[in-house]
């Protein structure tokens, strides 16, 4: 058998590989339901795939060890780790006169303009997808969004916060 880099055991990870260098055979093993050790035999490819599976997520573990503690979890670090930190005030007040500010410019645009961004960036269309829907080509869909971009771009240049 061939070498396989040393890993750890691990009562989740449901299989484990193996390569048999002289006949050059790719297994994995696994237990079924019923506790039942079977092995199949697979291609290099799969093989290939589930070994580089398996070192990412052995990856993933050890760098969850290495950079979060396991204990001593006070409100103050739980705070600072949370992944939607709380705003300030400044930054609300600041937030929301951006977003005033945009409204107010994306309502400067034409009305192909605004409904097109619209599609764009707020219900996630593509631009072929709003061409389609339109009836128009894909071209003219995107001069309208980049001149409407530019056109916003040109508006908010100005904005002073």
């Known amino acids: 058998m061939a070498k396989m880099p040393k890993r750890r055991k691990n009562k989740d990870n449901p299989y484990t590989l193996e390569y048999i260098e002289d006949k050059n055979i790719y297994k994995v093993n696994f237990k079924d339901n019923k506790g039942k050790l079977n ?4 291609s290099a490819d799969v093989y290939k795939a589930m070994d580089k599976f398996e070192l990412e997520d052995i990856s993933q573990m050890h760098q969850f060890e290495r950079h979060i503690e396991h204990s ?13 930190k709380p705003l300030a005030v400044e930054e609300i007040v600041e937030n929301t006169i951006i977003n005033e500010e945009l409204i107010r410019a994306i309502g400067g645009l034409s009305e192909v303009q605004k409904r097109r961004i619209k599609l764009y ?5 593509t631009q072929k997808e709003i061409a389609n ?3 128009t080509s894909l071209r003219a869909v995107q001069y309208t969004l980049n001149s409407a971009i530019n056109k916003l771009k040109e508006i908010l240049k100005n904005l002073q916060i």
């Open 39 to 42: 092995t199949l035999e697979i």
């Open 121 to 125: 960036y707020f219900e996630g269309l």
């Open 72 to 84: 001593e979890l006070f409100e103050g670090t739980l705070n600072e780790r949370a992944v939607d």
């Open 133 to 135: 829907r339109e009836g």
